[in-house]
T-cell receptor, first 111, second 114 residues
Framework: QQPVQSPQAVILREGEDAVINCSSS?????VHWYRQKHGEAPVFLMI?????EQKGHEKISASFNEKKQQSSLYLTASQLSYSGTYFC????????????FGTGTRLTVIP | ETGVTQSPTHLIKTRGQQVTLRCSSQ?????VSWYQQALGQGPQFIFQ???????GRGNFPPRFSGLQFPNYSSELNVNALELDDSALYLC?????????????FGEGSRLTVL
C-alpha cells in the first residue's frame, strides 16, 4: 500500500520550479505532504482530502486527483530553504489511524 | 506550546537486547503514533495509542509493544532486538485519531543494533 514517489531526487537552482508526484495503486481518501530536513523531524506541509482540491501554501501548492489516485506537489521559485526530502503519506479511508508514506523525493536547491 | 520530545536521541544495543524509547506528546494532543524510518526510506507505521489504549497497528511483530500514560506520553518497547531493527524511531502526536489532521513529529530516536 506504499505510494510511489517520483522523481527520487532532483537538483534545482534558486528560483526554478519543481513538481513531485505521488501515486497509489489503491483508492485514496487523503494525501498528506511532509518535508524532512537532514537530522530533523518531518514537518507538515498540507493535507488534501478526497474531492480533487488544490491547496496552496505560499509558493508550495498541491493537487489531488482521486480518480487517478495521484497527487502532485508544486514548488515554484524555489528557495534554498526548500531543500530536504519530501514525503507523501496516504490514507485510504476516513478515520484511518495511520499513513502509508512513500520513499521520498530528495530535493536540493543550489545558489 | 511544547513540541514533541523523544528520548534518548541515539542509542546502541546488541542483538537480543531490549530497548525502551520515550515520547512526550505536544500539549493538548491525546493521540500518539510511532513510526520506524529505515535509512533512505519513508516512515513505516508501527502502532497508535489513543487514551492509553492501542488503536491500530502496522505490520510489526508482537515484540514491538507500547504504552501510553494518563498524561498522553508514550513508550515504545522492542524485545529481542534484531539487526534490521536499526532505524530512526519517530513519535508523532495529534489531536485525534483520524488522519485528517496534522501529525507533529519528534526528532526521533536513532537505534543502532550491533
Amino acid at each position: 500500500q506504499q505510494p510511489v514517489q517520483s522523481p527520487q531526487a532532483v537538483i534545482l537552482r534558486e528560483g526554478e520550479d519543481a513538481v513531485i508526484n505521488c501515486s497509489s495503486s489503491k483508492a485514496l481518501y487523503s494525501v498528506h505532504w511532509y518535508r524532512q530536513k537532514h537530522g530533523e523531524a518531518p514537518v507538515f506541509l498540507m493535507i488534501l482530502l478526497k474531492g480533487g482540491e488544490q491547496k496552496g501554501h505560499e509558493k508550495i501548492s498541491a493537487s489531488f486527483n482521486e480518480k487517478k489516485q495521484q497527487s502532485s506537489l508544486y514548488l515554484t521559485a524555489s528557495q534554498l530553504s526548500y531543500s530536504g526530502t519530501y514525503f507523501c503519506g496516504t490514507s485510504r479511508q476516513t478515520g484511518a489511524n495511520n499513513l502509508f508514506f512513500g520513499t521520498g523525493t530528495r530535493l536540493t536547491v543550489i545558489p | 506550546e511544547t513540541g514533541v520530545t523523544q528520548s534518548p536521541t541515539h542509542l546502541i544495543k546488541t542483538r537480543g537486547q531490549q530497548v525502551t524509547l520515550r515520547c512526550s506528546s505536544q500539549s493538548g494532543h491525546n493521540t500518539v503514533s510511532w513510526y520506524q524510518q529505515a535509512l533512505g526510506q519513508g516512515p513505516q507505521f508501527i502502532f497508535q495509542y489513543y487514551r492509553e489504549e492501542e488503536n491500530g497497528r502496522g505490520n510489526f511483530p508482537p515484540r514491538f509493544s507500547g504504552l501510553q500514560f494518563p498524561n498522553y506520553s508514550s513508550e515504545l518497547n522492542v524485545n529481542a532486538l534484531e539487526l534490521d531493527d536499526s532505524a530512526l524511531y519517530l513519535c508523532a502526536s495529534s489531536r485525534n485519531t483520524a488522519n485528517t489532521g496534522e501529525l507533529f513529529f519528534g526528532e526521533g530516536s536513532r537505534l543502532t543494533v550491533l
